[in-house]
Structures are given as structure tokens and as C-alpha cells.
Nanobody, 126 residues
């Protein structure tokens, strides 16, 4: 089993920045692909970004490309999502997710991740 704990959400004005953290336990962190998803009220959970086990490859949703950066520190068992130039439409509960590394570089759908954090609220005011 993998346990994930997120932190770093909050309220920020449009154009501002936040950094989310996700700390994992229960399994060797460097064996995990990590992903970030988000869910706004009344909407389905959507993919935001993912990073391979080594941190050497990343992939983003078009809606956040150029504004968000996913990274990881395997020595600290932690993944990060740096969010810059935030917009009101980024308002959502943000979740980190993990899965055992497989044959593909990237996994972009929620059902491909068996392990989830509790979520952290990000609210961007206009």
C-alpha cells in the first residue's frame, strides 16, 4: 500500500502562485509514477500533470502547460506541483496520485492510478 499526503493548497489571487507537495510512504518512492489531478464542483476529475519515476520525463494537460511544473525529490519521497499564473478556472480540489511504474512513460487517466491522497483545495480569486 502507498499512503499519500498533500499540502500547500490555499486561497490566492489571479496571477499568483502556489506550490503543492505530496509525500508518499509505504513503498519505494522511486518505483512510482506520480500524477496530479483536480476536480472542480460539478465536474469530473481531470488530469493535470504526471512525472516518471526518475523525474526525467513530464507531461501536462494543455490547460496548464507553461504555467505549472511537476517535479519530484526521491530522497524526500515527495512530489511537487508548482503553479504559476493561476487563473480562477484553476479553482478545484487538487489530488496527487501514484502507481507502480509500468511499460509506458505517462499515465493520464484517473483509473490508471490506484493510490490517491486526500486532496487539497486551491481557490483562485479574480
Amino acid at each position: 500500500q502507498v499512503q499519500l499526503v498533500e499540502s500547500g493548497g490555499g486561497l490566492v489571487q489571479a496571477g499568483g502562485s502556489l506550490r503543492l507537495s505530496c509525500t508518499a510512504s509505504g513503498r519505494t518512492f522511486s518505483s512510482l509514477n506520480m500524477g496530479w489531478f483536480r476536480q472542480a464542483p460539478g465536474k469530473e476529475r481531470e488530469f493535470v500533470a504526471t512525472i516518471t519515476w526518475s523525474g526525467g520525463n513530464t507531461y501536462y494537460a494543455n490547460s496548464v502547460k507553461g504555467r505549472f511544473t511537476i517535479s519530484r525529490d526521491n530522497a524526500k519521497n515527495t512530489a511537487y506541483l508548482q503553479m504559476n499564473s493561476l487563473k480562477p478556472e484553476d479553482t478545484a480540489v487538487h489530488y496527487c496520485a501514484a502507481r507502480i511504474s509500468g511499460a509506458r512513460f505517462f499515465y493520464t487517466t484517473a483509473d490508471e492510478y490506484p493510490y490517491w491522497g486526500q486532496g487539497t483545495q486551491v481557490t483562485v480569486s479574480s
